[in-house]
């Protein structure tokens, strides 16, 4: 009965956004209030519908009703209750519905939160962010419904795929979600500003905090399917280019450049045209990777669905969202006049950069991504472009990106001197060539690349620190330490972000660059050295039982060189005996400065295991950074320019009483 | 996808893929009998293996992959670096043998060309329009500076109180 109010509900919340895409646009187009005020009321209903349609699913899920063919499929009743949550959202239709809960939320919140805005703005966002979710809504109802009974249910469950039933990857996807859903704020943005056909300071400053706040969940997903890959598959990589990740890199990294030109906008009124692309390419993208993982069009790993008709279906959404947001942009664009000007050398110039680079290495990302379809489509080549292409392609756009970082962050606005920015960050560049010469000179014989990695990220994270404390003005260095804690909250967001980002490019160049592997038949009770530790395996126990698992497990003690032991490591392999399949559990010894991590490996005929150890230096620091690079935009996004905000929102002030303009 | 022979191969290698999956013990790749004794010819066969695909797997590089076809190929690679082949001379090998899809560095030959020429392409186009843009915002600076601030001030004032 549940699923069937659940089924009624989303067939409502589908009806509802299809009314909430008309009457506000109408009623903004003819200055009819009444109209444009159903947009709110409408947009919370839509939410509640959701909500309460994907509360069934789960529901669904949680007490395993098979008659439910997406359970009977994807759940089992022996799978831990955190699976069983995990699984709603672990299959085609279930992630389809997690991804629309987020849209209308996102909408719920900008018309909570938007009082704001001028009411014909904000009921045109409403609308329009109505219209995407009509359309996605309609995907769900007619092709990929999660309510679908079974006629003759069976005893249990086909259980999730192993590989997913993990806590990393339980929250991977609610995470990316909700930024690349969270982009579509911005598009809403977007294109009613189109329609409005005006863009100012204050069209910045609204979509800002949407923007950052989809990039910030966007970091964190992105990260913890890095880390994911890291501990699980087994040989810790953490990036392999694969079509899937790309498709979340590619928002990351267009959404990383819109909310630095909506800083343009909101403080200079310049780059608005360029801006508004930004936000619809960046939504763009999002839906393109939908595209790419909901249709399986290109293979890999991540692709639950492998069904034409539902690529097609996602096709024309992207088709229809994108061709219609450009023509508009086409035939508007042009009444968008820049005010602000500024000098050659200026931190507008410094922004510019920063989207030049940011953008082209996203198009480097997509042709990439999408160059095997064209070869084959029009060449008849079939080929792949896999992670030497990346990294060749990628790696000096990072490079660039990490040189001129700091120096644009300090950059004034209008008209600067670039003399007195880089005396300023004349310490960050001696210790960054110092840090590199040293690596240079510790590793002799490698790669000249990873000392330069390695120098430009103390260059990165220096100046942050230089930024922050350029901020605090002159004076005795107690006095400015004291200040330093009193700094707008947007400032120590900025700079942790910029911190963030050379942290974990340290620990990505290092890990790449130095890290020490280790291939053996390992036998007990014979140790052997790995880099500046001794293994020893000191039995491997099979058919151990897990809840819906079995599992070959090793004990493998790690020691200094001295024969001190550090700890023991359990490598594991299981078999899932329901879905069939194999899954490695690495043995990591989690530090600061270095993983010690241990794969075990097949039975030997002569007696042994072989066993696998990698010594990864800072492997931590890359998702450290990442974390980092997240807390920096949450800072941020917590500034009291935008709590003055949404505190207005919530005040029964009179209507309108914005923010002014700083 | 064009020709159905095409969609056929990759159903076929799909098919491949998922059973060999669901067969493989998972053990990751380079298993410690593979490995030559002599160091420096192990090394270039990692390196060779990184840019190699295992083509019954889902975009994985046979150096990296369980999958059975994947140590056929990597004890391949070792074997004619053994009887002394160059890098470029094995990968020929396995190329002649498995067809350009095996590359995961594509060759740059033909059409291809196209991709790698792609990013420095899109840089100097991006490049030269910022360089414009910057360049426009400059010059008509000089006159309009002062009178800007204020005006900005009232309309965005206006625009609030609307």
Redesign the interface.
Known sequence: MIVELGHFALILAFMVAVFQMIVPLVGAHRGNAAWMAVADPAATTQFLLTAFSFGALTYAFVTSDFSLSLVTANSHTLKPLIYKISGVWGNHEGSLLLWVLILTLFGACASWFGGNLPPSLKARVLAVQSSIAAAFFGFILFTSNPFTRLEVPPFDGRDLNPLLQDPGLAFHPPFLYLGYVGLSMAFSFAVAALIEGRVDAAWGRWVRPWTLAAWVFLTIGIGLGSWWAYYELGWGGFWFWDPVENASLMPWLIAAALLHSAIVVEKRESLKSWTILLAILAFGFSLIGTFIVRSGVLTSVHAFANDPERGVYILMILGFFMGGALLLFALRAGAMEAKGVFSTVSRESGLVVNNLLLAVSCFVVFIGTVWPLIAEMFWDRTLSVGPPFFNAAVTPFVLGLAVVLPIGAMLPWKRAKIGRAMRALAPAFVLALAVGLLTYAIYTGTSALSPIGVALSVWLVAGAVTDLWTRTGRGSAGGRAGRLWRLPRADWGKALAHAGVGVTLFGVVTLTGYQVEDIRVAREGEPYQVGAYEIELLGVEENVQGPNYISTLAHVAVRTLEGREITQLNPERRIYPVAGMPTTEAGIDSGFTRDVYIALGDPQAAGGWALRTWIKPFANWIWGGTIIMALGGFLSLSDRRYRVAAGAAKAPAPRGQGVPAE | ???AS?SL??AAM?LVATVT??L??????????E?LDNPVLEERARGIS??L?CLVC????ID?SNATLARDLRLMVRERLVAGDSDEEVVAYIVDRY????????TMT???IV?WL??AA??LL??GL?LV???K??R??AP??AA?SPE??A???D????
């Open positions: 996808m064009t020709g095409t191969r990759r799909l999956l669901a493989a013990v998972p053990a990751g790749a380079v298993q410690p009998d490995v990184a840019g695909r889902r975009n994985e590089s990296e067809g350009e899809y095996v590359l995961l560095r594509p033909g059409s291809t991709l792609a990013p899109l840089l991006g490049g910022s843009y910057i360049r915002r400059g008509s600076a309009s500076e800007l900005e001030q309309r965005l004032k625009l609030l109180h609307e």
